[in-house]
RNA sequence: GUGGAUGUAGCUCAGCUGGUAGAGCUCCGGAUUGUGGUUCCGGCGGUCGUGGGUUCAAGCCCCAUCAUCCACCCCA
C-alpha cells in the first residue's frame, strides 16, 4: 500500500449518515428564504484580493490573517472567498441591478479562513446568506431576522437560539465615537490588555468586546457609543426593534455587540447559542449603508445576514433532532438472478410512477442477504421478485417499518399503494 | 498566533511499576433452502498518529513532528 494522503487541516469530509442533515437543514434553511421572495445568485468561489481587503476593511482578522491567496498564472493575486456579502455587493455593482430595482438575493456555499479548527470552526466551511438593495428602512432589517426566526421554528431550534441586537450608528458616527474611544484609552494604554492595546491603531471598536476584565473595568467611564449615534440612526434601530416587538420576537440589546467586518452601519444582530461551546455564534449580520459605494457603486442602503451552516447542523444535531438517514424509500429484491431484468423493469417503473427513491439490489447473494441490505438501507419497503411474481406479472410487497402483512400486487396496484403512503405521510 | 488535553481495530474505548495487542459495537459467515430487524455460535480486522532516541525489551519512558479536541484570539 502506498502512502496516504490526510485531509487538509481545518477541512472535511461530510459523509453519509451526516450528509442527510447537512442537506435537509440547508434546504429548509434556503426554503425559508425563498418563501420571502429573495432569489438566488451564485458567485464565484475565488475574487480578486482587493475585493475583501477594501470590502471587509484593511484592519479585519479576516483580511490581515485568514485569507487564503494565490497567484495566477496571468500574475493576478486572488483569494478564496472569507464571507459572501462583498461578491454579492460586486455582483451587484457589475450589473448595476440597482438602477433598475430593489434585488433581494440569495446565495449559499463554502468560505474559507485560514484560522485555527475547532469545534464548529472550520477553515472551509459553509455559508447561507440573504442580501436586500437599495431599501433603507427598519423594515428590512426586521425582514432578515423574521427569517432567521422561522429558520430557527422551522428547524426546531427556537429554544436553543437567542438574538442579540445593537445599532452602531452611522458612519460618520462611528468614526466619530472611535475617535473619542482613542483619545479616552490612549493616555491609559498600559492598563489595556495586549490584544486591545494593538486594536487602538487597528481598529478601537473591537476593544468594546475585549472578554478581559481589567480593560472592561476600564471601559465602564469610557464614552457611551450612545451619545455619539444621531437621531436618525437612534429612530431607525426603534423602528427595527418595534417590528420585532409587533412579531413577538424576543431580543436582548447588547451595547457591547461590535460586528467584526468594517461594513456595518447601525443595525447589527447575532443569533447566538450557549449549546456549542464558544462557537456560539450560528447566524449574524446587519445593516451596511456605505459598502455599494465604497466597492465603486452607487450610493445604495443594504442589508443582510450570513448564517453559518455548519454551525447550524452541528446545534440541530445536538439538540437531539431526527434526521433521515435512509438511502433508499424502496429496495428491489430478486430471490432468483434470472428475475433481474425483471427487477430492473420494475424499479424503473416505480421510479417514473412515484416520487420515491428506489435501490434495486446489486451483486447478487442469498435473499437473507439483500433483506439484511433492505433493511440496512433504512427503506421503508422492500418489493422481492421471485417465480411466482414473474409468472403472473406481480410483485411482492413487504413494509419493513410497520406491522402490515405482505401483500402481492400488479403493477398498478403497486404505484397505487405506494403513492398513497407517501400522501399520508 | 498563544496555552492545555488527547491520538491504540471502521466506531467508542481498556491496556498495571516497560515483558510478544484486548473488549463492546459494526462488518462478514453460520444456526435459518422464498424474507431483514431479536437471540446464539464462529470469523475478518491494528506499521498502537508519524519520525527519531533510551533499553536485552517501548502502546507505556524521552525528544521532535503532525492531527484532533478545549480555551484564548477571532468569527458563521
New binding site residues.
Given amino acids: 500500500m502506498s502512502k496516504k494522503t490526510?485531509v487538509v487541516?481545518?477541512l472535511r469530509d461530510i459523509y453519509p449518515g451526516e450528509s442527510e442533515r447537512f442537506d435537509m437543514v440547508e434546504r429548509s434553511m434556503i426554503e425559508t428564504i425563498r418563501k420571502y421572495g429573495y432569489q438566488e445568485i451564485r458567485l464565484p468561489i475565488l475574487e480578486a484580493i482587493d475585493l475583501f481587503s477594501r470590502g471587509l476593511g484593511e484592519a479585519?482578522?479576516?483580511v490581515e490573517k485568514?485569507m487564503y491567496t494565490l497567484e495566477d498564472r496571468d500574475h493576478d493575486i486572488l483569494a478564496l472567498r472569507p464571507?459572501g456579502t462583498a461578491s454579492c455587493v460586486r455582483a451587484v455593482i457589475d450589473r448595476n441591478m440597482t438602477r433598475e430595482g430593489k434585488p433581494r438575493l440569495w446565495y449559499a456555499g463554502p468560505m474559507f479562513?485560514y484560522?485555527?479548527?475547532?469545534?464548529?470552526?472550520?477553515r472551509q466551511?459553509y455559508?447561507i446568506g440573504a442580501e436586500a438593495f437599495g431599501l433603507a428602512g427598519p423594515d428590512v432589517d426586521a425582514e432578515l431576522i423574521f427569517m432567521g426566526h422561522d429558520m430557527w421554528k422551522l428547524l426546531g431550534l427556537e429554544s436553543a437560539v437567542e438574538l442579540e441586537m445593537n445599532t452602531i450608528g452611522s458612519g460618520d458616527s462611528r468614526r466619530a465615537y472611535s475617535e473619542a474611544l482613542v483619545k479616552y484609552l490612549n493616555p491609559r494604554k498600559k492598563e489595556l490588555d495586549a490584544?486591545s492595546e494593538r486594536?487602538l491603531t487597528t481598529n478601537p471598536m473591537?476593544i468594546l468586546d475585549?472578554?478581559?476584565s481589567s480593560t472592561q473595568k476600564l471601559l465602564e467611564s469610557a464614552p457611551d457609543p450612545h451619545d455619539f449615534i444621531d437621531s436618525a440612526s437612534r429612530a431607525h434601530f426603534e423602528g427595527v426593534c418595534e417590528y420585532l416587538d409587533h412579531e413577538g420576537i424576543n431580543f436582548r440589546v447588547n451595547p457591547r455587540l461590535v460586528?467584526?467586518?468594517d461594513y456595518y452601519t447601525d443595525t447589527v444582530f447575532?443569533w447566538v447559542t450557549d449549546e456549542l461551546?464558544?462557537?456560539?455564534?450560528?447566524?449574524?449580520g446587519g445593516r451596511y449603508n456605505g459598502l455599494v459605494e465604497r466597492l465603486g457603486g452607487p450610493s445604495v442602503p443594504a442589508a443582510g445576514f450570513?448564517?453559518?451552516l455548519?454551525?447550524v447542523v452541528l446545534l440541530h444535531e445536538t439538540l437531539g433532532m431526527n434526521a433521515d438517514e435512509s438511502a433508499a424509500d424502496v429496495y428491489v429484491i430478486v430471490?432468483e438472478s434470472q428475475h433481474e431484468a425483471y427487477a430492473r423493469r420494475l424499479a424503473q417503473f416505480m421510479r417514473r410512477e412515484t416520487s420515491l427513491r428506489i435501490r434495486q439490489h446489486l451483486g447478487g447473494?442469498?435473499?437473507?442477504?439483500q433483506?439484511?441490505q433492505?433493511?440496512?438501507s433504512g427503506a421503508r419497503w422492500?418489493v422481492?421478485v421471485?417465480?411466482?411474481?414473474v409468472a403472473e406479472n406481480r410483485v411482492?410487497l413487504?413494509w419493513?417499518?410497520e406491522e402490515t402483512e405482505?401483500e402481492s400486487l400488479d403493477f398498478e396496484q403497486l404505484a397505487t399503494c405506494l403513492n398513497r403512503a407517501v400522501e399520508s405521510h
Fill in positions: 490526510p487541516r481545518g479585519t482578522d479576516a485568514e464571507e479562513r484560522e485555527r479548527p475547532q469545534k464548529g470552526r472550520y466551511f455559508q490584544d486594536r473591537r475585549s472578554k478581559n460586528r467584526g467586518l447575532e461551546g464558544s462557537q456560539g455564534t450560528i447566524c449574524a450570513a448564517a453559518g455548519d454551525r430471490m447473494g442469498k435473499v437473507g442477504v433483506m439484511r433492505a433493511d440496512r422492500a422481492i421471485g417465480d411466482e411474481e411482492a413487504k419493513l417499518r405482505q
